[in-house]
């Protein structure tokens, strides 16, 4: 498996359709070389400040989301 090193450099757009939520980001993609004492997997990396907006463009769009469902099938509602 290959793995990367993913620096998220600007957040640029949110949106969600069909049950997909898509970003638009600029990010700078780096091939990761494994060593023994890393875990496996890729990494993502992005400034704290990104990180927030990122959070609240989740709960943005979550909750978008969650309008969008018949009351009877939200998640953890009555």
């Known amino acids: 498996m290959k793995t990367y090193d993913i620096e998220v450099q600007r957040l640029k757009s949110m949106k ?8 638009g980001i600029d990010a700078l993609v780096l091939p990761r070389s494994v060593r023994d004492d890393e875990s496996f997997g890729s ?6 400040d990104h990180a927030r907006s990122l959070l609240i463009l989740l709960k943005q769009q979550l909750a978008e989301i969650d309008k969008s469902q018949p009351r009877s099938r939200r998640s953890g509602r009555a």
């Open 16 to 23: 969600h359709d069909k049950g997909l939520i898509e970003l």
């Open 43 to 48: 990494c993502l990396r992005l400034p704290v």
